[in-house]
């Protein structure tokens, strides 16, 4: 079983940026990509960004040049660095390990 925990949200002043944790701690199987999502209240979770093992990493259009997504360590654990942060990029933000190990979330919240 594998344990997925985020760390690093909080309020941000649009233009702003924030650094978002993810460690990925348990019994692996496989060695997996990591990957971040998020979801705006009342909106359906999307995919940010992903980092599989020594492959390029891949972004949602919405945040390609803002956002830069870390190769994952060998502790399992990879950050998402987010730069120029706008109101509408508040949400939760959810790591995955693999296909179906999540995280609980962390709130970004930025302000305009």
């Known amino acids: 079983q594998v344990q997925v925990m985020e760390s690093g949200g909080g309020l941000v002043q649009a233009g702003g940026s924030l650094t978002l944790s993810c460690v990925a701690s348990?019994?692996?199987?496989?060695?997996?990509?990591m990957a971040w999502y998020r979801q705006a209240p009342g909106r359906a979770r999307e995919w940010v960004a992903t980092?599989?093992?020594?492959?390029?990493?891949a972004y949602t259009d919405s945040v390609k040049g803002r956002f830069t997504i870390s190769p994952i360590t060998i502790e399992n654990t990879v950050t998402l660095q987010m730069n120029d942060l706008k109101p509408e990029d508040s949400a939760v933000y959810y790591c995955?390990?693999?296909?179906?190990?999540w995280g609980q979330g962390t709130q970004v919240t930025v302000s305009s």
């Open positions: 980092r599989t093992r020594g492959g390029v990493p």
């Open positions: 348990g019994r692996f199987r496989t060695r997996d990509g």
């Open positions: 995955r390990y693999g296909e179906l190990a």
